[in-house]
């Protein structure tokens, strides 16, 4: 490998020259040549765009790298790096990828209850200690590790660059003096570029968790990505595969000031992938989405597959879409991507560590995972095409020992038993960069109109008779998508745009609450009727038990006043005064419901930080409990009103026995049924009241541990109100009924 700087003047000296040159040869293995340039394509660019040129090899059009993501190095948990540091580093020795990209939260920056989250140095220099020896056993030159910045690596950090700015001093990027936002790595081959595009979109003022959950692109930085995804538009003749790389999933990435987002820059460029990390493998195992300029603008999505194309055959030029790719976590599930690139087509296998190293890792390149693929693809009946494209099935076989033998295996599932249809020896390419297996094919013969019927296998044995065998992978010729569903799980974390959800919940929340708590109450007011338990048992509709359901509540008017004002408290009023970055002692800042208020314009309008993050605090709040605490509340006051038309029914009994001429019969009546019910739908809510105020309460312990705050100084109102309007209902409730039950 070859590195050169352009810019830089002629060295003066033969003997200077010469030793400058052995150094190169001896730093640098002469496959591949990098070249960091500030002016890459010819119009004065970015300095932090690098050139990789892949030298000869009849599997130069093939390019694999490695993703990370979500490492969470903690010093709670010295396991999760001492493992990292013995498993990646050896993976990474019989890989030898192009790039590994890091993926953002290298650190975990919690405490050991998880409730107090703020930078600590000595993960930091984990961090970096760690990556010295992985980058030491893997044999790489350290400029193919790329890092970006999580949520968990910029907790509590006010400044970029600044004193808590652990990722800038102890991250790869930091010491590699790849100080922007954004960064682009061009990997030329001799038929066509790979562009990659790494991109930091944690917030600038670095928050404190929990309300530090999302992407805030700016403007500036879509304008940057924009023009490294286009630096080769107009300088090259060849193909080029784009492939960008961040932290957040665009689900939980915010639209900037003026309103564009990262999806519909993506689109624009027809991107092959976009990889990211940040929702660990505990929401699921299938958070890939993909995305087109058709759906561009949907709030949410119910499944993540491609949608077929009504013509099958067209064959497309240029479809703006992409795939977005989120993969595992290192934090728990030991998860580690190898992508390769073949021939422009995007192929990858998630490998799970969690059990020990891997000695074998298999990754089919071709046909591709009819799952994964996309339109722009091209149909293999398109004129338009290479037909050795089509000619062999292809695998990449990384192994720390020899291998004997590799077979590729094709299951015909269309009878609903597999049945072993192609069973096929590859063969190792000669003259490959890497391990490339081929096994010529008849492609004709596996044409069909499900995605579904065909399954790829492929298996390996190495010399110490160790077999290793692929999932199944469905393939599909003609190039239509196999389906596959999302889980609840992984249709909230992937197929919802959270920052345009936000405000439309919370309002639709506001309108439905204060309708149901007002509207009524106007109505009941101009209407001369009265509503109880007793009218409506005589006459059952819908109207009349929810006027008397409101009437029971009306009857509790503090409670009533009490919820109302509590809503619009947290509408127009603070919520809370918290410490919401690293240091302690410093500046509080309080929070909305439009986010934490830290300062001013210059102008004097005020500025909000922390949104949408903050609906992981404001949601949760009002829909576990205030709305569980309102819906209570009226099943309160209505459990009271049907226990007082209860005793007031005996009491008028009791006079009508009174009365009765068999003095008897009225004694044993009065005694049978003045008798107190035992209330046992008072016990019900009193014990859901119960479950309620816990919830409350593990709420308010975990913000006073996470922004360093006193209940009863910083958020009286959020803190108390609550517990005592149930509390105030209870109480009250209880004292109306025993007042009826003395009578």
Same mark, same amino acid.
């Given at each position: 490998m070859r590195r050169k700087r352009s810019g830089g003047g002629m060295v003066n000296g033969i003997p200077i020259t010469i030793i400058f040159l052995l150094f190169v040869a001896i730093q640098f293995p002469p496959s591949s040549a990098i070249s960091t340039d500030n002016n890459a394509d010819g119009s004065g660019g970015s300095n932090n765009r690098v050139a990789i040129e892949l030298v000869g090899g009849p599997d130069d059009d093939l390019v694999w790298v490695v993703q990370l993501s979500d490492l969470h190095f903690s010093v709670h948990r010295p396991e999760r790096a001492a493992e990292f540091n013995q498993i990646v580093g050896p993976a990474l020795s019989f890989i030898k990828p192009s790039l590994v990209l890091i993926t953002g939260d290298l650190t975990d920056g919690k405490s050991r209850d998880l409730l107090t989250m703020k930078q600590d140095e000595e993960e930091w220099i984990e961090y970096k200690n760690v990556m010295h020896e992985v980058v030491k056993r893997s044999g790489l030159n350290k400029?193919?590790? !790329?890092?970006?910045?999580?949520?968990?690596?910029?907790?509590?950090?006010?400044?970029?660059?600044?004193?808590?700015?652990?990722?800038?001093?102890?991250?790869? /990027?930091?010491?590699?003096?790849?100080?922007?936002?954004? /960064?682009?790595?061009?990997?030329?081959?001799?038929?066509?570029?790979?562009? $990659?595009?790494?991109?930091?979109?944690?917030?600038?003022?670095?928050?404190?968790?929990?309300?530090?959950?999302?992407?805030?692109?700016?403007?500036?930085?879509?304008?940057? +990505?924009?023009?490294?995804?286009?630096?080769?538009?107009?300088?090259?003749?060849?193909? +080029?595969?784009?492939?960008?790389?961040?932290?957040?999933?665009?689900?939980?990435?915010?639209?900037t000031n003026s309103g564009k987002t990262l999806k519909d820059i993506f689109t624009f460029h027809s991107l092959a992938a976009y990889l990211c990390g940040h929702l660990h493998t505990k929401f699921g195992k299938n958070l890939k989405r993909h995305h087109s300029a058709q759906y561009s603008n949907q709030l949410f999505l119910l499944n993540g597959h491609r949608t077929p194309s009504k013509n099958t055959s067209y064959c497309p030029t240029k479809i703006n879409e992409?795939?977005?790719?989120?993969? @595992?976590?290192?934090?728990? /599930?030991?998860?580690?991507?190898?992508?390769?690139?073949?021939?422009?087509?995007?192929?990858?296998?998630?490998?799970?560590?969690?059990?020990?190293?891997?000695?074998?890792?298999?990754?089919?390149?071709?046909?591709?995972?009819?799952?994964?693929?996309?339109? *722009?693809?091209?149909?293999?009946?398109?004129?338009?095409h290479d037909p050795l494209l089509y000619d062999a099935i292809r695998a990449l076989v990384f192994s720390t020992s020899p291998i004997v033998s590799v077979l590729a295996k094709v299951y015909d599932s269309s009878s609903g038993n597999l049945i072993l249809v192609l069973d096929t020896p590859m063969k190792r390419l000669s003259g490959s960069r890497g391990d490339l297996y081929v096994a010529p094919w008849n492609i004709l013969a596996f044409e069909d109109p499900s995605p579904e019927r065909y399954l790829l296998q492929?298996?390996?044995?190495?010399?110490?008779?160790?077999?290793?065998?692929?999932?199944?992978?469905?393939? &599909?010729?003609?190039?239509?998508?196999?389906?596959?569903?999302? =889980?609840?799980?992984?249709?909230?974390?992937? @197929?919802?745009?959270?920052?345009?959800?936000?405000?439309?919940?919370?309002?639709?929340?506001?309108?439905?609450?204060?309708?149901?708590?007002?509207?009524?109450?106007?109505?009941?007011?101009? &209407?001369?009727?009265?509503?109880?338990?007793?009218?409506?048992?005589?006459?059952?509709?819908?109207?009349?038990?929810?006027?008397? #359901?409101?009437?029971?509540?009306?009857?509790?008017?503090?409670?009533?006043?009490?919820?109302?004002?509590?809503?619009?408290?947290?509408?127009?009023?603070?919520?809370?005064?918290?410490?919401?970055?690293?240091?302690? @002692?410093?500046?509080?800042? !309080?929070?909305?419901?439009?986010?934490?208020? &830290?300062?001013?314009?210059?102008?004097?309008?005020?500025?909000?930080?922390?949104?949408?993050?903050?609906?992981?605090? #404001?949601?949760?709040?009002?829909?576990?409990?205030?709305?569980? =605490?309102?819906?209570?509340?009226?099943?309160?006051?209505?459990?009271?009103?049907?226990?007082?038309?209860? +005793?007031? =029914?005996?009491?008028?009994?009791?006079?009508?026995?009174?009365?009765? *001429? /068999?003095?008897?019969?009225?004694? $044993?009546?009065?005694?049978?049924?003045?008798?107190?019910?035992?209330?046992?739908?008072?016990?019900?809510?009193?014990?859901? =009241?119960?479950?309620?105020?816990?919830?409350?309460?593990?709420?308010? #312990?975990?913000?006073?541990?996470?922004?360093?705050?006193?209940?009863?100084?910083h958020f009286p109102v959020y803190s108390l109100v609550i517990p005592l309007l149930l509390a105030y209902t209870i109480w009250k409730t209880e004292k109306n009924s025993s007042r009826i039950s003395t009578r």
């Open positions: 400029t193919k590790f !790329y890092d970006v910045r999580g949520n968990h690596d910029n907790f509590g950090v006010p400044v970029i660059g600044g004193s808590f700015d652990f990722f800038s001093k102890y991250s790869i /990027n930091g010491q590699l003096q790849r100080t922007g936002t954004v /960064n682009s790595i061009t990997i030329q081959t001799s038929k066509r570029k790979l562009l $990659f595009v790494g991109f930091d979109s944690a917030t600038n003022s670095g928050l404190r968790g929990p309300t530090n959950l999302f992407g805030h692109p700016t403007d500036e930085m879509l304008e940057e +990505i924009e023009t490294e995804l286009s630096q080769w538009d107009s300088h090259s003749s060849q193909p +080029i595969t784009k492939i960008s790389f961040g932290h957040f999933p665009l689900s939980f990435s915010a639209a992409f795939w977005e790719l989120e993969m @595992g976590d290192w934090r728990k /599930n030991r998860a580690m991507r190898v992508l390769a690139i073949d021939r422009g087509r995007i192929s990858f296998v998630d490998i799970d560590f969690e059990f020990g190293a891997k000695k074998t890792i298999i990754l089919p390149t071709f046909p591709l995972d009819s799952r994964f693929d996309s339109l *722009s693809y091209e149909n293999y009946k398109c004129g338009n492929i298996e390996s044995t190495d010399i110490m008779g160790r077999l290793t065998v692929t999932e199944l992978r469905p393939f &599909s010729i003609s190039g239509t998508p196999a389906r596959f569903k999302w =889980s609840w799980k992984e249709f909230i974390v992937m @197929g919802c745009q959270w920052d345009s959800l936000y405000y439309p919940i919370l309002w639709c929340f506001y309108g439905l609450v204060l309708s149901i708590l007002l509207i009524p109450k106007v109505l009941i007011s101009c &209407s001369k009727r009265r509503y109880t338990y007793r009218n409506f048992k005589a006459n059952k509709s819908f109207v009349n038990c929810f006027s008397w #359901v409101f009437t029971e509540l009306y009857n509790v008017p503090l409670a009533w006043f009490s919820m109302i004002g509590y809503l619009f408290y947290l509408i127009l009023c603070p919520w809370f005064y918290g410490q919401v970055f690293t240091q302690s @002692g410093g500046e509080r800042v !309080y929070m909305t419901f439009r986010g934490w208020v &830290s300062r001013s314009d210059s102008m004097g309008k005020i500025e909000f930080v922390g949104s949408p993050d903050v609906m992981v605090v #404001v949601l949760p709040h009002m829909f576990f409990v205030v709305l569980p =605490s309102i819906v209570l509340i009226i099943m309160l006051a209505v459990e009271s009103g049907i226990y007082r038309d209860y +005793i007031l =029914s005996i009491s008028s009994k009791k006079k009508d026995d009174y009365d009765s *001429s /068999n003095k008897e019969s009225a004694s $044993f009546n009065r005694a049978s049924e003045t008798t107190t019910p035992k209330r046992w739908r008072r016990k019900l809510f009193l014990v859901v =009241s119960l479950a309620i105020l816990l919830k409350h309460f593990k709420n308010c #312990v975990s913000l006073m541990k996470a922004y360093e705050m006193n209940p009863v100084i």
